[in-house]
């Protein structure tokens, strides 16, 4: 199967919360709780049959575990007290594919004896050194700075600020969310996963000025708008049918004309380097449609804005984006991530935008 996890329901899928425990940690403390770990998820589920207490560490994404369905969360208390979350899979794709190359870039500078420099503290160094911060042995780069456009209730917001709360990258998170309700529910979870380098705002994102001068710092965006959720399977029906029924078409269509204004609104940020859009929709018009129509825009070609690589999008995932959705196009496809209940996830799609700045604009 395509990366096959397993039947729909069969998984629960748990998130390390790395704010507040560590893999290691994790894994000691379910095998002194009587968990019995299984190198891969097929086999867990497998003797899961026998046995209700295992699990198995996910083979695509290093923080998260998966435990048989049937599990009682309410007696993990390590689930109570939020060093671990519940959160599929596939939604634990989109922060995972933004930060992914800061993580192996900042991994490379540690053993290299190099840090990320924030430009606060760089600032404040500039200050202490008398206008000079050279000569630290720290190398000069860009912090990273995370914004999430939409972002109640917060499960990616908490991932993103898990992975940039790496040392050595010590990044920030400003998530914006225009709900009031929401916005309240946001904040507990910030709570209860302890991420403190997170600033909520109670706003909605296409009123921020993408040149702002206090997001200029802004690197990477999550985007991850509302969707049909026809990805989300309901408990009695797996079955999903492959198009929307005609009386839904309209509102599909206007649900994709919002999304494509979010993603640009995004595209926009002056400091913007990489760009995560995701749905939890399996319709092509809000998955590759999307993607199609800002690939279309002159405006963003021109700005250096193209798709990133399969090497950086999940790269051993292998259900992609529907080909015949690209305009036949293979490359586009293969560059984008597709889930579906029969791999064990949500229905869901992702896809990443980079900007190469050293790319010569593509003339009209
Ligand atoms: N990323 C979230 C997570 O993983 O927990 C789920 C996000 S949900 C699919 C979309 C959210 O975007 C909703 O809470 C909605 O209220 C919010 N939203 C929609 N339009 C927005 C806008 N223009 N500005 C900010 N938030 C918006």
Known sequence: GAGS????????????????????????????????????????LAAAQSKPKVFA??????????????????TISAYQDGRLLAQDKASCMPAWVLLMPALLDAEERAEAGLLYVDDEDEDEEKKAAGGDAKGKGKAKSKGIRVLDATAAPG??????????????????????????????????????????????M????LSLKPDDAKLKNVTHLLVDPSCSGS????????????????????????????QLAIVSHALRFSGAQRVVYST????????????MRV???????EAGWRLAPRD??????????????????????????????????NGFFVACFVKDETAAPIAA
């Open 155 to 200: 499960n990616k917001t908490t991932m993103a600020a898990a992975l940039v709360a790496t040392e050595g990258i010590n990044g920030r998170v400003v998530a914006c969310e225009r709900d009031q309700g929401r916005f309240k529910v946001l904040k507990d979870m910030l709570k209860r996963a302890d991420a403190k380098n997170v600033q909520p």
């Open 5 to 44: 996890d397993g039947a729909p329901g069969e998984i629960r899928w748990m998130r390390v919360n790395t704010l507040r425990w560590t893999v290691e940690a994790a894994v000691e403390w379910l095998e002194k709780c009587g968990w019995e770990m299984f190198e891969d998820v097929q086999e867990m």
């Open 295 to 301: 690939l279309a825009k002159k405006e963003f070609r």
């Open 312 to 345: 950086e999008v999940m790269p051993t995932w292998e259900r992609r984006g529907r080909v015949e959705a690209c305009g036949g196009d293979e490359t586009i496809a293969d560059s984008l991530v597709r889930c579906l209940p029969e791999d064990g996830t």
């Open 280 to 291: 939890c929709s399996i319709w092509e018009q809000e998955d590759e449609g999307v993607v």
């Open 57 to 74: 560490l996910d083979a695509h994404i290093e923080p998260l575990l998966a435990l048989p369905a049937a599990v009682s969360l309410p």
């Open 202 to 205: 109670n706003v909605d994102f």
């Open 231 to 258: 990805g989300i399977p309901s408990r009695l029906d797996h079955l999903l049918p492959s198009a929307p029924e005609d009386e839904q078409l309209a509102r599909i269509r206007a649900l994709s004309n919002f």
